[in-house]
């Protein structure tokens, strides 16, 4: 018998400010910057995106999609032990977006009568930019193997409206604001249960550059450039290969191949690198869930945002091998193949 980390919840929130294509469109153009709905769906897949209200941070929507989670999974703050939210658009500097999440989910629970409040456990921010979730979920579950932890709620959560330069019309139009959570508690079967089955993590720090946000904080100021910036083709080059590869090692750590795969959730950045990848894998496109149309690229948030609206829907069901993958800033990339 061994022990595993099964899901058993997942959540979400997109902040209700949706803003379409054309609300985008109309805005750089007022800026004197030309675009179109159609360059951007055909280019990216994206038709709306959400963004937050001022004064709205990531953990207002990692407390959101928490909260719906714990529903999902008939449990209570008091009984999470582990809190690791993937996030590159924190509340602050410091302390962690999971410790402030930590105590808005107690003040919840203590509101609505629970007196044990939230668990105490360990809470932690990882850093990973659109690969977090995966390297989040894969922390939470070394540490539910090991027996530190035996509930873990890991939640992907951004704003990076807050980083978007809406003078760079290339990078503007392609993200969003939102997060998504799941549950992991800890299982025990022969290993044809459900739970984490393989992960694989990765990170090439030569290509930073390519997709960063290079500003930093010193003395009081703001020095280097607070906004994100990209090189969109050399990313998107990168970025299939990449997720091909992992795709290949984390089936090759768990046994099994393309023909297990039940659905592929990819992070959702981009339409034209989630169907380029599906063809390297050999998946066709009903077994990919897609919704980057729907909320642009939210970063960290946008596996467990596409993964939690494929099971509430009841596209993924119970027994079903899914495979989840992210690429991202850094660069970092990485796989989690589970058992639902
Ligand atoms: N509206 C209209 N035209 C635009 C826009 C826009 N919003 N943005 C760029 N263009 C123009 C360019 O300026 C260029 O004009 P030019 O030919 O006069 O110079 C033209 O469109 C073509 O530009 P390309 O950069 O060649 O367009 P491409 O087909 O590569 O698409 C894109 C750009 C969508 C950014 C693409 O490179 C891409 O998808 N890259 C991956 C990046 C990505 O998804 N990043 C997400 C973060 S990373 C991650 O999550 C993995």
Redesign the pocket.
Known sequence: MTLFARITGTGSFLPPRKISNQDLVTQLTARGL???DE??VE??GIKHRHFVDDGVHASDLAFEAARRCLTAASRKAADVDLIIVATSTPDMVFPSTASILQHKLTLAALADGDTQGGAGGAAFDVQAV?SGFVYAISVANAMIQTGAARCALVVGAEVFSRILDFND??TC??FGDGAGAVLLEAATHDGDGPGILATDLHADGKYRDI?CTPGTVSGGAVIGNPLLQ?D??A??KL?VGLLENTARKVLEKANKTDADVDWLVP?Q??I??MTSTAKKLKLPLERVVVTVDQHG?TSAASIPLALDHAVKAGQIKAGQIVLMEG??GGFTWGSALVRM
Do not use: E, K, P, Y
Request: with cysteine.
């Open positions: 030309d675009s179109s360059w951007i280019r990216t659109c019309r290339t139009v392609l997709l990209m969109g083709q990313v998107f970025a992070h950045a981009n034209r690198i690229n690429v991202g």
